[in-house]
């Protein structure tokens, strides 16, 4: 589970840069047809990123046994479903060529990505899996280095992204280390 964590983190990082390196040196429309590869750059980064969300959520939520109790399950389950509304709004806007506006979904989804993730986060306080510092941060990482990301603001995820990597494997590691019993 931790070598399906990395690898769709390091999908994600990729997909962040380019969507940073977008962002930040092209502009890009706001509503409307599309004018520019940048257009679809731009736009079309938005579906691995959600689907590297949805998998990250998910790996860690497995990782944790169900010690993240109901609020872990509702945080990833909800999660789940922003994501993939907002990975098909994505999709379909890359494919159309225009941003397609279904009413106030990229708004809510976005937010209740940010939501779910603080449940996630919340429920896995306790657990000691993850540092309360990379818990505190990830909800708010989340949403601000991805679907409300602006300039250089996914370059924030991937740092964050990149601490998983480095962290997730060490903790999971000492988690099933075995205990040694001094006895005597």
């Known amino acids: 589970m931790v070598r399906i964590v990395q690898v769709a983190l390091g999908i994600g990082i990729v997909a962040l840069i380019v969507f940073a390196i977008v962002a ?23 579906v691995p990123i959600a689907i590297v ?8 939520h ?21 994501c993939a509304v907002l990975a098909v709004q994505c999709g379909a806007s890359a494919l159309a060529g225009a941003e397609l506006r279904w009413g106030p979904t990229y708004v809510l989804g976005s937010f209740l ?24 941060l990830w909800p708010v990482v989340w949403l601000l280095g991805s679907f409300f990301a602006t ?29 040694m019993v001094a006895v005597g």
């Open 53 to 60: 969300g949805i998998v990250h959520a998910f790996a860690v």
């Open 151 to 179: 300039g250089p603001g996914p370059l924030l995820l991937v740092a964050l992204y990149i601490a998983f990597m480095i962290v997730l494997p060490r903790r999971v590691a000492l988690r099933n280390a075995p205990v």
């Open 62 to 82: 497995r990782l944790q046994h169900g010690r993240d109790g109901r609020l872990g399950a509702i945080g990833t389950w909800l999660n789940a479903i922003a």
């Open 24 to 46: 930040t040196f092209w502009t890009t429309v706001d509503g409307g047809e599309f004018r520019s590869a940048a257009d679809y750059w731009y736009t079309a980064t938005g």
């Open 113 to 136: 990505t940010l939501i779910a993730l603080a449940l996630l986060a919340a429920g896995s306080w306790r657990t000691g899996l993850l540092p309360k510092w990379m818990l505190g």
